[in-house]
């Protein structure tokens, strides 16, 4: 097991076997932990490893990940979103129990001050009623591209306060995107999109992928590395702690 002392702070660092299908990193108190698919080469799995490892590094000596921050998306009395070209303010109100509803662009949520875990829960139906206002831009979006591209059978499409990675398909085509995509630019929501779709097509992230999702967007490495940069401070002045995904690195 080793260390390595970054900004005057001491990590350990854990390195396991997993039976996932990609790799990750994530801080996990004082300790860095990096997973490795167990179904990879040796030397390939440890070349991966290693460069996640500086990455992760890297990020954290800039101070783009913190392991004290928080990892859902949260809102204040009074801010104002965007999301898919529809505008929203927040207001939070007094009252005994939980409840929310829209009114000319509003979402107003009643809030219990005596509930143990207020944030959590007014976040959470602050989210919902987002997702609820764009959901049809949302799935239109998704199926225009699938049409165009790839004509692949959609089970669902659904939207999720995730912290690990910024899309998933199932192999039985059901689509979950990051809730933060909602306010990132279009383009770059449209990028996580025609990943997941490609999964629809190529389950691992080899060169039959990689030339699919080129031929439908050839600047997506563009996109990836704005991603990467940018995507995680959507809503936040701050770096999420989310893991590390490199093997989907968009």
Same mark, same amino acid.
């Given at each position: 097991?080793?260390?390595?002392?970054?900004?005057?702070?001491?990590?350990?660092?854990?390195?396991?076997?997993?039976?996932?299908?990609?790799?990750?990193?994530?801080?996990?108190?004082?300790?860095?932990?990096?997973?490795?698919?167990?179904?990879?080469?040796?030397?390939?799995?440890?070349?991966?490893?290693?460069?996640?490892?500086?990455?992760?590094?890297?990020?954290?000596?800039?101070?783009?990940?913190?392991?004290?921050?928080?990892?859902?998306?949260?809102?204040?009395?009074? *801010? &104002?979103?965007?999301?898919?070209?529809?505008?929203? +303010? =927040?207001?939070? %109100?007094?009252?005994?129990?939980?409840?929310? #509803?829209?009114?000319?662009?509003?979402?107003?949520?009643?809030?219990?001050?005596?509930?143990?875990?207020?944030?959590?829960?007014?976040?959470?139906?602050?989210?919902k009623r987002i997702?609820?206002?764009?959901?049809?831009?949302?799935?239109?979006?998704? *199926? &225009?591209?699938?049409?165009?591209?790839?004509?692949? +059978? =959609?089970?669902? %499409?659904?939207?999720?306060?995730?912290?690990? #990675?910024?899309?998933?398909?199932?192999?039985?085509?059901?689509?979950?995107?990051?809730?933060?995509?909602?306010?990132?630019?279009?383009?770059?929501?449209?990028?996580?999109?025609?990943?997941?779709?490609?999964?629809?097509?190529?389950?691992?992230?080899?060169? &039959?992928?990689w030339a699919l999702?080129?031929?439908?967007?050839?600047?997506?490495?563009?996109?990836?590395?704005?991603?990467? #940069?940018?995507?995680?401070?959507?809503?936040?002045?701050?770096?999420?702690?989310?893991?590390?995904?490199?093997?989907?690195?968009?």
């Amino acid at each position: 097991m080793d260390s390595v002392v970054i900004n005057n702070r001491a990590y350990v660092i854990t390195r396991i076997i997993s039976r996932n299908r990609n790799a990750s990193a994530r801080l996990k108190g004082g300790a860095i932990v990096v997973s490795l698919p167990g179904r990879w080469p040796v030397k390939e799995r440890e070349k991966i490893g290693e460069d996640l490892l500086r990455r992760v590094i890297k990020s954290i000596e800039k101070g783009r990940w913190s392991p004290d921050g928080s990892k859902r998306t949260e809102f204040s009395h009074g *801010q &104002r979103v965007k999301a898919l070209g529809k505008e929203f +303010e =927040i207001v939070f %109100v007094g009252g005994a129990r939980f409840g929310v #509803r829209s009114e000319n662009g509003r979402i107003i949520v009643r809030v219990d001050e005596s509930h143990p875990k207020k944030q959590e829960k007014t976040s959470s139906l602050v989210r919902k009623r987002i997702i609820d206002a764009v959901m049809p831009e949302l799935l239109e979006r998704v *199926q &225009r591209i699938n049409q165009t591209h790839f004509q692949s +059978e =959609i089970k669902h %499409v659904k939207v999720r306060d995730a912290t690990t #990675r910024w899309g998933s398909c199932s192999r039985d085509g059901k689509i979950s995107l990051n809730f933060r995509l909602l306010f990132v630019p279009e383009d770059i929501l449209d990028y996580v999109i025609v990943h997941e779709l490609a999964h629809t097509k190529y389950r691992s992230h080899g060169p &039959r992928f990689w030339a699919l999702v080129e031929s439908v967007m050839p600047d997506h490495k563009e996109k990836r590395r704005w991603l990467r #940069r940018n995507g995680w401070s959507a809503l936040s002045e701050k770096q999420d702690t989310a893991d590390f995904m490199p093997e989907e690195p968009y």
